[in-house]
């Protein structure tokens, strides 16, 4: 019988990491990043922050640097999925062969960028800039890809941030161990 515990072994099938706790500085963080881009979007006058809130959520992760990087590549993805849209967008063609040739374009991009990781974010950027309603591609397609940025740059302002402070406390705390032992 195995001594791995039934919450580690499904842990382990989900792909979920040993080293990644959830602290309070996750805790602080993901919060921080949903308000202040709730408040971003307010100070915006943005009626539905929705896809800011959700973006911020979702680049935050347990560990600081995993976090700074997550938002970091969520901006490119972004960036790479929308420009390619709004260009294959101006082609005027059908859904399906612009989604296949907009997603065979962001996975090069994103290959040639070496940016292979953003490649998944990249094709949910090309499709939301892909999907057409009545206002137009550049309508609430652009308004969603913004508000996506917005939240993913909120995120990373607030992980460097309380990152930041994280360092110097711990620098602090060490001066002061330091202080005690000496």
Do not use: H, K
Not at 59 to 80: Q, Y
Not at 90 to 95: D, R, Y
Not at 165 to 178: G, H, K, V
Request: proline share 2%; hydrophobic share 55%; charged share 15%.
């Amino acid at each position: 019988m195995s001594t791995a515990s039934w919450r580690d072994r499904f842990a382990r099938r989900l792909g979920g990491q040993a080293g990644a706790r959830i602290g309070a500085s996750y805790l602080v963080r993901v919060t921080l990043s949903a308000t202040a881009s709730l408040w971003v979007t307010r100070l915006l006058d943005i009626a539905n922050p929705i896809w800011a809130v959700v973006s911020a959520v979702v680049v935050i992760l347990p560990e600081v640097s995993a976090s700074v990087a997550s938002a970091g590549l969520r901006v490119a993805a972004n960036l790479i999925g929308a420009g390619v849209g709004v260009g294959i967008a101006a082609l005027a063609l059908p859904t399906i062969p612009s989604l296949l040739m907009g997603l065979v374009l962001v996975a090069g991009l994103c290959r040639w960028l070496r940016l292979d990781a953003a490649a998944r974010s990249a094709g949910v950027a090309l499709v939301i800039v892909l999907l057409r309603d009545e206002s137009g591609v550049l309508g609430s397609s652009e308004t969603r890809v913004l508000l996506v940025a917005i939240g993913c740059i909120v995120a990373l302002a607030v992980t460097v941030v309380v990152g930041q402070i994280e360092t110097r406390l711990a620098t602090w705390r060490q001066r002061i161990r330091d202080r005690e032992d000496g």
